[in-house]
């Protein structure tokens, strides 16, 4: 019998402070029509110094659970997909499993920058489909104003912050998300990287004092490749599910730029009203685009149950992808009492994480100067 993987559960988040092309005009020498006229972007959301991206990514994750028949506990596995994590290790998937209290899941980050949301919902779906799980959540989320640099114009007007999650549930009713492409290039690695920090170029007062922690892009070079593959990752995805363009009732691409959008449904001969369209509030959010304008769309009416819907996405690396799914409406039946129950175990997986903390330096105390292998 043939499995499915249907997204059952979805939810958003952002920081609280929005910060319109206004106020970045007194930060750099810039203008409201110039960022509108090149980017399509009015405002986005900036990140306060106690809203993180695993913060961002446990609040989305906790919406996408909340109208699900699963608690966090029923979850087998958490993909993060970001290219703002919180460190390089631990995994900001960790933090999330345990800020929710996902105490029987697996979590690992994924790391192939704007394209990352759709690669991790494939590796979710493939696990779903071959039985090897039966949950799984999978959460872009970014906090790249860290990583921007405020003096440059070319860059800054681009990106915000924020988080979209979608909950995956293995069912034996067709449906849910059929196939997918993923691509990449590192021959165009240099033309969108952050060059500091790793092992090649490890953080030193010369690379902070160049500003190489920050988002370094050659934007002319990125639209080309851009308005390039969103177009054949879509013609190649649908033709994979067996659909023709016609078929296609909406494409959620990734909120990069509106020139690069309108480009694809040119390319594709798509009208524009079958593009879902937000990065006007979102600006650039990376790996948590393509969920935030899904959720959107959903929560509008503008996504149904039977539409058969296409995920294209393009980022760093280079890498590129797309993904096709049918539109299938969950049953979000969940009771008052239902509701009260996940607010306690909420409540019990701060518990747990402060306990185990608590007894690691227990642990530490006790055994921590015999069991060193130095002594």
Same mark, same amino acid.
């Given at each position: 019998m043939s499995r499915f993987a249907h997204i059952t559960g979805w939810g958003t988040a952002t920081p609280k402070r929005v910060l319109t092309n206004e106020e970045l005009a007194q930060l750099v020498d810039t203008s409201d029509e110039w960022i509108v006229s090149r980017t399509g972007i009015h405002a986005r959301y900036i990140a306060d110094q106690d809203e993180t991206t695993a913060s961002l990514a446990a609040e989305a994750a906790c919406r996408a659970l909340a109208p699900t028949n699963i608690e966090a506990h029923d979850l087998d596995l958490i993909i993060v997909a970001t290219s703002s994590p919180e460190h390089i290790f631990p995994a900001t998937a960790c933090l999330v499993q345990d800020e929710i209290g996902a105490i029987n899941a697996g979590a690992f980050d994924l790391s192939a920058a704007c394209t990352g949301f759709i690669f991790a919902l494939n590796m979710a779906a493939q696990a779903i489909r071959t039985g090897s799980i039966d949950n799984a959540l999978v959460i872009g989320s970014e906090t790249l104003s860290r990583l921007v640099n405020w003096e440059d114009r070319t860059t800054c007007i681009l990106f915000g912050d924020g988080a979209g999650a979608f909950v995956l549930q293995g069912s034996d009713r067709p449906g849910g998300i059929y196939t997918c492409v993923m691509r990449s290039d590192g021959s165009g690695g240099d033309l969108l990287s952050l060059p500091a920090g790793g092992s090649k170029i490890p953080t030193s007062i010369k690379t902070v004092e160049q500003n190489l922690h920050t988002i370094q892009m050659n934007g002319r070079e990125v639209f080309r490749f851009a308005t390039r593959v969103m177009a054949s990752a879509t013609r190649e995805v649908v033709e994979?599910?067996?659909?023709?363009?016609?078929? *296609?009732?909406? *494409?959620?691409?990734?909120?990069?730029?509106?020139?690069?959008?309108?480009?694809? /449904? +040119? #390319?594709? +001969? &798509?009208? &524009?009203?079958?593009?879902? =369209?937000?990065?006007?509030?979102?600006?650039?959010?990376?790996?948590? $685009?393509?969920?935030? /304008?899904?959720?959107?769309? =959903?929560?509008? #009416? &503008? *996504?149904?149950a039977g539409d058969r819907v296409v995920l294209? #996405?393009?980022? /760093?690396?280079?890498?590129?992808?797309?993904? $096709?799914?049918?539109?299938?409406?969950?049953?979000?039946?969940?009771?008052?009492?239902?509701? @009260?129950? +996940?607010?306690?175990? /909420?409540?019990?997986?701060? =518990?747990? $994480?402060?306990?185990? @903390?608590?007894?690691?330096?227990?642990?530490?105390?006790?055994?921590?100067? $015999?069991?060193?292998?130095? +002594?």
């Open positions: 994979s599910a067996g659909w023709t363009i016609e078929q *296609v009732d909406r *494409v959620i691409p990734h909120q990069a730029n509106l020139r690069i959008i309108e480009a694809a /449904a +040119r #390319g594709l +001969r &798509m009208p &524009m009203d079958k593009f879902v =369209v937000n990065l006007e509030k979102y600006g650039n959010t990376s790996t948590a $685009s393509i969920p935030l /304008a899904a959720c959107e769309a =959903v929560e509008r #009416g &503008m *996504v149904k294209v #996405g393009f980022g /760093a690396g280079l890498t590129w992808g797309a993904l $096709s799914l049918e539109w299938v409406e969950p049953e979000r039946k969940v009771s008052p009492l239902v509701r @009260r129950r +996940r607010r306690v175990f /909420a409540f019990l997986a701060r =518990v747990r $994480s402060f306990l185990r @903390r608590i007894q690691r330096k227990l642990e530490g105390l006790i055994w921590g100067t $015999s069991t060193h292998p130095d +002594r």
